[in-house]
Each structure stands twice: as C-alpha cells, then as structure tokens.
T-cell receptor, first 114, second 114 residues
Framework: DTAVSQTPKYLVTQMGNDKSIKCEQN?????MYWYKQDSKKFLKIMFS???????INETVPNRFSPKSPDKAHLNLHINSLELGDSAVYFC?????????????FGEGSRLTVL | QQQVKQSPQSLIVQKGGISIINCAYE??????FPWYQQFPGKGPALLIA?????SEKKEGRFTISFNKSAKQFSLHIMDSQPGDSATYFC?????????????FGKGTLLTVNP
C-alpha cells in the first residue's frame, strides 16, 4: 500500500492551460504539504494544511490554488500555466509538525509546460 | 535568504570510502536537523535526524555530527556503497506546535563508484 500517492505522475501541457494534481495519504496524518522541486533539485515548500486548514502559504503565485477536502487529501490546481512552472511537485504528509516526526513524500508529479 | 547552506553540490566517492556532506545554518532558533535521501524518480525519505542536545548520532553506517557553536552539522556515510548513490538534503526546523516548515539545503548528489 502506497502511503502518499499522487496522480498523475507525469503531465505535459501547453502554456496557458490549467491542470490539477491530486494527493492522498493513508497514514492517518493530520498535516499535508505541497513542495516544488526545480531542475536543480531545490526543494521549496509551497503550501501546508493541518486538519484541512491552510497554515503555510509561501510566496506562490495565486495561479496555484490548493484544496483539502478532508485530512487525507490535498489537491493542487494550477491556472494559466507558464514555462517556469515546469518542475516536480511533491505531496507530503506528517503527523503534527515535521520537526517532531517524519515527512512522508509521494513519488512526485513531473509537470512539463511547453 | 538561504537559511541552510549545503556543500558540496556533488560528490564522487569510491566504494568503501567515507562520504561527508556539510551544512550550515543561520537561525539559532532551529532545533531539529534531519537528513533526507532521495533516489532518482522517488520522493525524499527521512534518513536520520538529530537535535542539539547531542553532538553525534549514529545509525548503522550513517552518522550526523553536530556543532552548535559553529551552527554546522554534517552527514558521514562510512563504507559507502553504490546503493548509497542518491541526492542528500539536510534540513532544519523549529520545534513547537505551530512550526510546520522545514528549510531544506540545496542538496548533494552523491555518486559511489564500484
């Protein structure tokens, strides 16, 4: 059983399109995250939800909109895609904060914007 | 402002050798220092973590050394194996109920040659 699963694994799309990435965790965690990993492998947090409440919203363009329908799911919708959005997006989860436990990452969703 | 500086960016080690990756942090409020390991096509996974009440933590071939006064910590991989080839990220965070953010270093690509 995959602990943190993301779909789709790959997205290839044109500039200007809208796309969504879905994430589900079956670990019973109460906190979920979206991280962006660029081509240089730099990992940057984008959003975090705790018990469906937004608690971290880094300086991310408002074209990115996360949605947490319940504690086990955190989706990411991206409007008007730009070339610079090309990256691998990782969903992660933790029980409480990541500073007292472990961050569990999904396998990533590779987004390519042409 | 990069709060966690990691070096080197890449490292090549022969099988059986010692791999050493260094990190330095700026925020003295950080009190949790994990290392994450990422294989190609996978998400990062927690490898080992340390808190500043100890100067060293060892788990198998992996050791974290921590120098609070210098605000530095390092990962040592003894008897490095080809299967250790991966990208390694140091990170730092603050304990406390509302601290959900881990700040990652930029990563070190380790290649262990057979």
């Amino acid at each position: 059983d995959t602990a943190v699963s993301q779909t789709p694994k790959y997205l290839v799309t044109q500039m200007g399109n809208d796309k969504s990435i879905k994430c589900e965790q079956n670990l019973g965690h109460d906190t979920m995250y979206w991280y962006k990993q660029d081509s240089k492998k730099f990992l940057k947090i984008m959003f975090s939800y705790n018990n469906k409440e937004l608690i971290i919203n880094e300086t991310v363009p408002n074209r990115f909109s996360p949605k947490s329908p319940d504690k086990a799911h955190l989706n990411l919708h991206i409007n008007s895609l730009e070339l610079g959005d090309s990256a691998v997006y990782f969903c992660a989860s933790s029980h409480g904060t990541p500073n007292t436990g472990e961050l569990f990452f999904g396998e990533g969703s590779r987004l390519t914007v042409l | 402002q990069q709060q966690v500086k990691q070096s080197p960016q890449s490292l090549i080690v022969q099988k059986g050798g010692i791999s050493i990756i260094n990190c330095a942090y700026e925020n003295t409020a950080f009190d949790y220092f994990p290392w994450y390991q990422q294989f190609p096509g996978k998400g990062p996974a927690l490898l080992i973590a340390i808190r500043p009440d100890v100067s060293e933590k060892k788990e198998g071939r992996f050791t974290i050394s921590f120098n609070k006064s210098a605000k530095q910590f390092s990962l040592h991989i003894m008897d490095s194996q080809p299967g250790d080839s991966a990208t390694y990220f140091c990170a730092a965070g603050r304990s406390g109920g509302s601290n959900y953010k881990l700040t990652f270093g930029k990563g070190t690509l380790l290649t262990v040659n057979p």
